[in-house]
C-alpha cells in the first residue's frame, strides 16, 4: 500500500467516524433536557464500576442511545447548551460528509467552518433578544457571552453578533446567490403590493357621476290662484289681460288676423292656343301601312 492510498484509507475511516458519533449524539441529546438529567442521576446513583459495565448491568434509562448517549449527551448539554451542541454535531457530521465525497473541493470545508461560526453567535444573539433562553446556555456560550456583555454592552454585543451571522451567511450561500434571494424577495413584496392595490380599487365605492357644467334653472309655475292679503278671499288672475297691467281686451284688427307667413299660391298650369279649323287626326287602319300607297307631302306632314 502505498503512501496515496494509505491517506485515502485514513481519510475513509476519520469520516465514517465522525458521521457514525455524530448521528448518535444527536439522537442522544434530542430528548429533552429533563429526561437527560433524569437519566444522568439514575446512573450517578448507580455508582457503576468498571467490572459492572464489563458485565452489562447497567440499570434501564429512557435514553435512545442507552447509557452511552446519556452520559456524553449530559456533558455537551452543560459545557455547550443544546443549541450549541446540535450545532457542533451537525458540524461534525459535515466534515464527515466532506472527507468522503467532497475532499477535493476546498470550498465546501470553508463553507462547513462558517456554519460552525454562524451557529455559535446566533446563539448570543438569542441570549441577547431572548433572556429566557439563557437558562439552557453551556457553560463555554455563557463565558464568551458574559465578556462580550461586559466590554460591548447588550446593543454592542448584538451589532456584533449580528454582522458575524450576515457575513457567514453571505459565506456560505456565496454573494451571487443572495443577491438573487434579495432581488426575489423585493419582486414578490411589489408583486403583492399591486396586487393589493388593484383589489381596493375593485372593491372601491362606485365614482360618483360628475354634474353638468351648466345647470339648469328651476321654472317655477306661478299658482293660477293666489291668496289675498287679508286671508280671507281668493284672487283670480285674468290671464287674458295684458303685461302692462290693462284690463282692456285686445282687439281684433286685421293685422292680428293675418298670419305671420304669407301664403304661397301655386303656378297655375299655363294654357296654350288651339289652332281652329285644325282637321282632327283620323287614325289609319291597319291594311293601309300594308298597302303601298303613294303619299304626298301633307299626308307625310300628318303622320
Known sequence: MNKTDRSDFWRVLLGVFLLIISLLFIFAISVDLNTIISDYSILKDSQ???????????????NPIGPFGVFFGFW????????????????????GLFSLFFYKDKSILNKIFSFLFFSFFFNLVLFTIWEQSIIHAGYVPWLIYSFLLKVFGRIGTLLISLI????????????????????????ILLSFFKLLLITFRKSGLKPEVPQSRTKKKKIIAKPLITPSKKGKSLNIVDHTSMSDGNNTKPENTESSRQPKFKRIEPVKKQEFPVEENK???????????????????????EI
Open 164 to 187: 458575524i451571522v450576515f457575513t457567514n451567511l453571505v459565506i456560505i450561500f456565496e454573494i451571487e446567490n443572495v443577491k438573487k434571494f434579495f432581488v426575489l424577495c423585493f419582486k
Open 76 to 95: 455537551l448539554i452543560i459545557i455547550f447548551g443544546k443549541f450549541l451542541s446540535i450545532s457542533l454535531l451537525l458540524t461534525t457530521a459535515l466534515l
Open 279 to 301: 282637321p282632327e287626326y283620323k287614325k289609319p287602319e291597319i291594311n293601309d301601312f300594308l298597302e303601298s300607297v303613294l303619299t304626298t307631302k301633307k299626308d307625310r306632314e
Open 48 to 62: 457503576l464500576s468498571f467490572l459492572d459495565i464489563l458485565k452489562l448491568d447497567i440499570p434501564q434509562v429512557v
